[in-house]
């Protein structure tokens, strides 16, 4: 079996559970053979208290990379490491959360190591010879299956498509490595990267409750964020309320937005286009509300209300409250 390295993302010195439920599927996949996994870590200073989490979740070496230069994103500074790392842990494979960073990582990556690509993969087996990873296409009506068997693979893992899984074993090294700068770090600088603290994303939510045109106005929204938080969810939206000004990008959920799969997604006065659908195609479960029997949505939802969103949701959130107390 392969030697795997796992990229291991963080946002303000906190690891990303997308990156343990790829630690955790790398161990899985090594759980029978003397493959050795590997984590790398990159980041500010602070970053190297968190090493120790990681042996938690398989990883026998954790490489740190903790340096205030490394403390905001950079995709050359960052691929350059990992490839780095890769090639001198003899790496075979490696994986990523295809989260945003995740995708903007991977194929510099795998362009490094001369490596090929599988991305945003929901399910993945390994050998000495080859990776077969399965992932959604056609807008998430079909699902390919992709055969790797370039020398070094490089995966990207759909974030909540597979399990977070503690190992007993904790023992694990930690290697610091000096960063030291190269002229082409500097071909791009972030300067700032804008999200608001303590807002989670629809990505990773297990719940996400989403508005769309149907919510009538910018202020019912609020009620798409009371029922999300209720829930312990995130808030999305379809791209007809983001295009109206009503709600942010970041929160757009489809073929131009972003690509989900929760345990629950709620959808409130979204139609169902198939540009929509397109970015919740694997979610676990799909509710819809909308007022319209006839609305698409009613073909992919598991369960459906018919009936106005703006009546549904405050008694939703009023029995959810009350269940919570
Ligand atoms: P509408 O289609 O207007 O639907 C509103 C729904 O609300 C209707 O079904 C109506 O019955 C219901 N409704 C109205 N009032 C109520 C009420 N009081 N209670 C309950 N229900 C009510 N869209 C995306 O979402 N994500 C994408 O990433 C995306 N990418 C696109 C890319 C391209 C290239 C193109 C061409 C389009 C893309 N779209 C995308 C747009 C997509 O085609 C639809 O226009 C959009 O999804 C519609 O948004 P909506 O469902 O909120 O609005």
Same mark, same amino acid.
């Given at each position: 079996?392969? *030697? ?29 053979? &003397?493959?050795?996994?590997? %984590?790398?870590?990159?980041?500010? !200073? ?9 042996? *938690? ?5 954790? =490489? ?6 490394? @403390?905001?994103?950079s ?10 790392? %890769? ?30 690509i %599988?991305?945003?993969?929901? %399910? ?15 807008s998430?009506?079909?699902?390919s ?6 020398a070094?693979?490089?995966v ?15 023992? =694990? ?12 770090d500097?071909?791009?600088?972030? !300067? ?19 508005? &769309? ?6 202020? =019912? ?36 937005? !972003?690509?989900i ?53 405050? @008694? ?10």
């Amino acid at each position: 079996m392969p *030697n795997i390295l796992v990229f291991i993302e963080q946002r303000e010195n906190r690891i990303k559970p997308a990156s343990l439920e790829a630690l955790s599927k790398a161990t899985e996949l090594l759980r029978t053979s &003397g493959g050795t996994l590997s %984590a790398v870590l990159i980041g500010a !200073k602070e970053i190297r208290e968190q090493a120790d989490i990681l042996g *938690n979740y398989g990883a026998s070496v954790v =490489h740190v990379f903790a340096d205030p230069q490394l @403390e905001t994103y950079s995709a050359n500074t960052y691929a350059r490491l990992i490839a780095e790392t %890769a090639t001198s842990a003899g790496a075979e494979a490696v994986f990523f959360s295809a989260t945003a960073m995740g995708k903007d990582l991977a194929p510099r990556v795998a362009v490094r190591l001369q490596a090929g690509i %599988a991305s945003d993969c929901i %399910a993945l087996e390994l050998d000495e010879k080859k990776a077969i990873a399965k992932r959604f296409v056609y807008s998430g009506k079909l699902i390919s299956t992709i055969e790797l068997t370039s020398a070094i693979k490089v995966v990207s893992l759909r974030p909540n498509s597979f399990s977070i899984v503690e190992t007993k074993t904790t023992r =694990h090294e930690t290697k610091l490595h000096d960063y030291k700068p190269e002229p082409f770090d500097l071909k791009t600088i972030v !300067k700032e990267i804008r999200s608001l603290p303590g807002k989670l994303d629809v990505t990773e939510a297990d719940i996400v409750v989403a508005g &769309g045109r149907g919510m009538q106005s910018e202020a =019912h929204f609020k009620l798409i964020e009371d029922l999300a938080s209720v829930l312990g969810g995130a808030a999305g939206a379809s791209r007809a309320v983001v295009d109206l000004g009503w709600r942010g990008h970041s929160e757009q959920i489809g073929q131009t937005g !972003k690509v989900i799969s929760p345990k629950l997604y709620i959808a409130c006065g979204i139609s169902g286009a198939i540009q929509h659908l397109a970015g919740i195609a694997s979610s676990k479960t799909i509710v819809a509300i909308n007022k319209d029997k006839d609305a698409p949505i009613f073909q992919v939802a598991d369960y459906g209300l018919v009936g106005d969103a703006l009546e549904i949701i405050p @008694e939703f959130i009023a029995e959810m409250t009350r269940v919570n107390a």
